[in-house]
């Protein structure tokens, strides 16, 4: 059963909007979660994290909100740009040693 | 530093071989994972370690063997390969795996099939 889910599976914005991107989870115990990018035929490469007891964490143009009462967390990117045209997965942990990953979010950038 | 590395970066297997895939890293990382990637899943768990002589399993470890000599290298064994392996191995490695960040690197992927 997939405890992080992402269930966009594609996004296409607008060069300079706004990119949200949503991941849900079901598990209460998770105390860690993670955002990757990945480009087609690479490894995913780490974007932002934030534990559980904070409810924003901000990294230059990438926001990540977590709601732990709607176990709800996304990722904002302002402005986006065409370089972020990637796959977004989000990940969570609770133990510091496993990780679940939603299945993914393809955004597209259009200049 | 190189990172994480991963080979082969492509194997074609028949049914019922065995082969090792590599993985290493030269950051010091005790952390080090291996996940599969398959479409619409994401990627999954199959095994980690969190220092040299230590592993565990994770979501989906059946078919996949590991073992960890040395802090750099993490090879995951597949003894007898069926078409379900066919996939995309990533290897991972961080330098926390107990509590605080964990921000994990990981290598550009061995592409498996199984036939």
């Known amino acids: 059963d997939q405890q992080v889910k992402q269930n966009s599976p594609s996004l296409s914005v607008q060069e300079g909007r706004i990119s949200i991107l949503n991941c849900d989870y079901t598990?209460?115990?998770?105390?860690?979660f993670l955002w990757y990018k990945k480009y087609p035929a690479e490894g995913p490469t780490f974007l932002i994290s934030?534990?559980?007891?904070?409810d924003k964490n901000e990294d230059g143009r990438f926001t990540v909100f977590l709601n732990k009462s709607a176990k709800h967390l996304s990722l904002h990117i302002v402005p986006s740009q065409p370089g972020d045209s990637a796959v977004y997965f989000c990940?969570?942990?609770?133990?510091?040693?496993?990780?679940?990953f939603g299945t993914g979010t393809s955004l597209t950038v259009i200049p | 530093n190189a990172g994480v590395t991963q080979t082969p970066k492509f194997q074609v297997l028949k049914t019922g071989q065995s082969m090792t895939l590599q993985c290493a890293q030269d950051?010091?990382?005790?952390?080090m994972s291996w996940y599969r990637q398959d479409p619409g899943m994401g990627l999954r768990l199959i095994h980690y370690?969190?220092?040299?002589?230590?592993?565990d399993q994770g979501e989906v470890p059946n078919g996949y063997n590991v073992s960890r000599s040395t802090t750099e290298d993490f090879p995951l064994r597949l003894l007898s390969a069926a078409p379900s392996q066919t996939s995309v191995y990533f290897c991972?490695?961080?330098?926390?795996?107990?509590?605080?960040?964990?921000?994990?690197?990981f290598g550009p992927g061995t592409r498996l099939t199984v036939t």
């Open positions: 934030i534990s559980s007891i904070k």
């Open positions: 598990n209460s115990m998770f105390d860690y």
């Open positions: 991972a490695s961080s330098s926390k795996g107990w509590g605080g960040d964990h921000e994990q690197y």
């Open positions: 370690s969190v220092g040299a002589g230590i592993t």
């Open positions: 990940a969570a942990s609770f133990t510091g040693n496993q990780f679940y």
């Open positions: 950051m010091n990382h005790e952390y």
